[in-house]
Structures are given as C-alpha cells and as structure tokens.
C-alpha cells in the first residue's frame, strides 16, 4: 500500500508571502489531519478534513486554511506568512472512526520563512 | 484542556540497556494513549497504543501500561538496540476523535555501541 506522502520536502519564503504545502492519503484512507512542529517540540494539531469539510480545528489563526479533494488529497495554505511559522508540517491520514484508526503520518514539510 | 508530560531528554544509553521514558497526562475523559516514533529525517510512526486503563501496549519489544490511578504511560524496554535511537512522543487522544492528539515535547533517545 502506498504510505502518506507529502511536497515539497523543503520550502523557503520569506515574511508576508503565502505557501500551499500537499498531501497525499494513504490508500484507502478519507481523512486527513494537519500539525505543525516547531523545532524541539511535539507537533500542534491544526485541523482536519473529513468528506471536503474542516471537521475540527486547533489553535491556529484563520490564515491557516486547507481543502480536502475527492480523492482524498489535501493541501495546507498559509496566508501572511511570519517568523514563528517556521516548522515541520505533518499531514496525516486515517479512517473515519476512533482510535481503533490510528494516525499515519507522512515524512513533513520543512517550512522556513525568513 | 489537555496535555501530556514526558520525561526531557536527551537520553543516552548503552545497548542492552533498560529504557523507561516517563508519560503523565491530564485530560477530561476517558483519552487513548499513545507513543510514536519518529526516526531522523522522517514522519512520526505509531510504536504502540492503548485504549482503556490497565491495557498494555506492546510493540517491537516495547511496552507501556495505561494507568488511570497514577494518569501515566511509561514506555519501557529491557534491552535497547543502536537502531532505537530516535524521538519519542506520547500522546493522548479524548472525546472520541482519533486525529486530534496532544503530544508531549518528545524525548530524544541515544544508544550507543
């Protein structure tokens, strides 16, 4: 089965520009969950999509948005971008269901803004 | 709200070594607990998990007991390998959802030869 797999690997932007970071589910796989990790930290939920529609959101600002499409794909946009949104941004798939469907997560994007 | 403690690293053993990495969390519910992996350069990965108290997660030779009276989640091995050598985040998962977690800082693992 093809594994969580995400582009690019490394960006680079600078202050103020926005960025659109992809994910590709697992096979099999209809949602899709979001985290940023900043450096020498445990990743911060951001928010889900489940069937096209934000289905939980974390603390994050507006300027985080996502869509979900009707294969499953997902992408993260980040509008104004800042310092502080320097990270490593996991996208992981699961099934719709409890934690009988664990998290898998795909290899991040590792974002610098400068 | 919710939130999970682990044990700062890092952490440097021999191999064959004992590990305990040390997990206390505070959460409304009844949460599952988890501990992932994640190696140098890539994704997390789930090492093991638990769903309800007193049920043990066990994975690779790695084990960490659900305690609901003591609200912890030790990750423990007997005998630590070079290959082991990673971060270490528990986590913990409430009100149902299986995608949004709440991790610890993580714990850097070192085993040397």
């Known amino acids: 089965e093809t594994g969580v797999t995400q582009s690019p690997t490394h960006l680079i932007k600078t202050r103020g520009q926005q960025v659109t970071l992809r994910c590709s589910s697992q096979s099999g796989h209809n949602t899709v969950s979001w985290y940023q990790q900043a450096l020498g930290q445990g990743p911060q939920f951001i928010f889900q999509y489940y069937r096209e529609e934000e289905n939980g959101r974390g603390n994050f600002p507006p300027r985080f948005s996502g869509l979900q499409f009707p294969n499953y794909s997902s992408e993260l946009n980040v509008n104004a971008l800042e310092l502080d949104d320097s990270a490593l941004y996991l996208c992981?798939?699961?099934?719709?269901?409890?934690?009988?469907?664990?998290?898998?997560f795909g290899n991040g994007t590792r974002l610098t803004v400068t | 709200g919710n939130s999970v403690t682990q044990m700062e690293g890092p952490v440097t053993l021999s191999e064959e070594a004992f590990l305990t990495i040390n997990c206390t969390y505070t959460?409304?519910?009844?949460?599952?607990l988890f501990w992932y992996v994640q190696y140098p350069g890539e994704g997390l990965q789930l090492l093991l998990k638990?769903?309800?108290?007193?049920d043990k997660g066990s994975n690779k030779g790695f084990e960490a007991t659900y305690r609901k009276e003591t609200t912890s989640f030790h990750l423990e091995k007997g005998s630590v390998q070079v290959s082991d050598s990673a971060v270490y985040f528990c986590a913990l998962s409430s009100g149902g959802s299986n995608y949004k977690l709440t991790f610890g800082k993580g714990t850097l693992l070192t085993v040397n030869p």
């Open positions: 959460a409304t519910g009844y949460p599952s």
């Open positions: 992981a798939s699961s099934l719709a269901g409890g934690a009988n469907s664990p998290l898998h």
């Open positions: 638990a769903t309800k108290a007193d």
